[in-house]
């Protein structure tokens, strides 16, 4: 079998019996013994048999492998968020994403590292180990979904699942130079979803393709009433109108203010220029817009998502969950012990930044300031939709960096959010897609934004564009 195969060949081969399920797990199980000890994406890989007695033989995605990002809830399976206060946690039932996997037929095969409790940018948070990037192993995979990201982009898996709370999967997909999709707010249910930010967090998607992301689409998103915020929406096949083709007279908006912003790399502007004028010659109309309140978004995001988190993360109290401190004298010692052990640095000063932006006489100046931006930037998304079908824009400022790189300069760190957190904000659908290489080699991602709900049409926009360029063909070296 030829390495990194995408989701739609290994359906032709199966169907022409050319593959039986089992080969292909055991072909991906092999990979990750193979290449893993480098990219180190994964916390753990399980055994053939229980992936196999744990999913149904028929369905769409029958025989597809995939990895699932450990804030994912997987039965009888160990849910870590990469965090020592998690270590040892055996989870009771499927998240609806995993359930709805399952009975598609999906192998799911192991769990995938990232930024404890997905609170970070590089997957250098996890408590456990550093992700690399594939394309250069010096540099990080971005984050939070960074195992996830890192996986497909070296092959070790056709498909992953992430999760978004300010772009954790469209920036490591960027930075790996695979597919990255973020549905619109309440399409692909939380059930199962560890919370970070409630009311920013879904799952996300990554595969090399856009078709392919759209058929693990397929197999997941619409209503599940296990989620008070799911979206009263039908499943559909979201690969059904992928025919290569643009939709008619479609109007694609440049973020100006986006792609030219101060301090972004030059060799990622000139790749977005370029996919621009390939959608120009597709048939595009091609409009120029600015959207100001994009500037405010990545200061509102740092804190509706620590608010949120500090309050979601006061669960983990050493009682209920996981990690128990063995040394307490009294109760409120049990508690501060087991988080102080359990929790790694980052989580803890969002927790400590969160109950600030939260507490008496500053609420007011924070949260409720942020609430209201994130207010603006929903408004200005509709009233600019009524311009343009699309919205198009950098996924980050620069290729991937180094590890370490920002290990003083958190201000560094969370602007990487920059170009992803105001679609959290706004709840509209994003996709990155691979649009070119830096010299160096390095991926560079672009990201495709639409109306709420406007999925089944993002999928045929990025899918056009990948039958016109070869970004997606291209793979790192060193993962025959
Ligand atoms: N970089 C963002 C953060 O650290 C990503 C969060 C996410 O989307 N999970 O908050």
Redesign the pocket.
């Known amino acids: 079998m030829k390495s990194f195969i995408t989701i739609k060949e290994l359906k032709e081969k199966i169907s022409k019996k050319e593959l039986t399920a089992k080969e292909i797990i055991a072909y991906y199980i092999d990979r990750f013994k193979k290449y893993d000890p480098v990219v180190k994406s994964a916390l753990e890989i399980f055994d053939e048999e229980s992936i196999i007695n744990a999913t149904d033989q028929n369905g769409p995605l029958a025989g597809i492998p995939g990895l699932i990002k450990d804030n994912i809830s997987q039965k009888d399976r160990r849910l870590t968020c990469a965090s020592r206060i998690l270590e040892n946690f055996v989870t009771t039932y499927d998240a609806t994403a995993v359930d709805r996997l399952k009975k598609s037929g999906a192998p799911l095969i192991g769990r995938a590292n990232m ?1 404890e409790f ?4 590089s997957t250098e948070t996890s408590a456990f180990f550093k992700t690399t990037n594939p394309w250069d192993v010096t540099r990080v995979p971005g ?2 979904s960074g195992g996830s990201a890192a996986a497909v982009a070296a092959g070790l898996v056709p498909w992953a699942l992430g ?6 999967v469209r920036q490591p997909a960027g930075l790996c130079g695979i597919v990255g999709f973020k549905p619109t707010y309440g399409l692909i249910s939380r059930y199962g979803l560890v919370a ?1 930010g409630s009311s920013l967090d879904q799952i996300g998607i990554f595969a090399t393709t856009a078709y392919d992301a759209a058929a693990v689409c397929s197999a997941i998103a619409g209503h599940d009433e296990r989620d008070s915020t799911s979206l009263a929406v039908e499943p559909k096949d979201y690969t059904a109108q992928l025919d290569g083709k643009l939709p008619t007279n479609l109007r694609i908006g440049v973020v100006q203010n986006a792609l030219h912003a101060e301090g972004m790399d030059s060799e990622v502007v000139a790749a977005i220029e370029r996919a621009i004028e390939e959608y120009k010659k597709m048939g595009a109309i091609i409009h120029y817009v600015t959207l100001p309140t994009f500037d405010y978004s990545a200061a509102a995001y740092f804190i509706i ?1 620590r608010a949120e988190g500090a309050s979601n993360l006061a669960r983990f109290d050493g009682v209920r969950y996981g990690m128990r401190s063995t040394d307490a004298k009294n109760l409120k010692e049990l508690y501060s012990k087991t988080r102080h052990d359990g929790f790694g640095q980052e989580v803890r000063i969002r927790i400590m930044v969160g109950n600030y932006v939260l507490s008496a006489g500053h609420a007011g100046e924070f949260y409720e300031n942020a609430k209201k931006v994130q207010r603006l930037i929903r408004a200005e998304m509709v009233n600019t939709f009524k311009d343009v079908d699309m919205l198009i824009m950098p996924t980050q400022p620069a290729p991937a960096f180094k590890i370490g790189a920002f290990d003083t300069d958190k201000l560094q760190m969370d602007l ?2 920059y170009f992803n957190c105001p679609m959290n904000l706004s709840g509209n659908p994003a996709l990155s897609i691979p649009c070119g290489f830096s010299k160096n080699g390095l991926p560079i991602g672009m990201q495709l934004v639409g109306p709420h709900l406007s999925e089944a049409i993002i999928f045929k926009v990025a899918d056009a564009y990948q039958q016109q360029t070869l970004w997606h063909t291209m793979h790192p070296k060193g993962f025959e």
Request: hydrophobic share 10%; charged share 20%; proline share 0%.
């Open positions: 930024d997905a609170m970070g940018s984050g939070s999760s978004e709370t300010g772009g954790s970070y998502s990487q959010d």
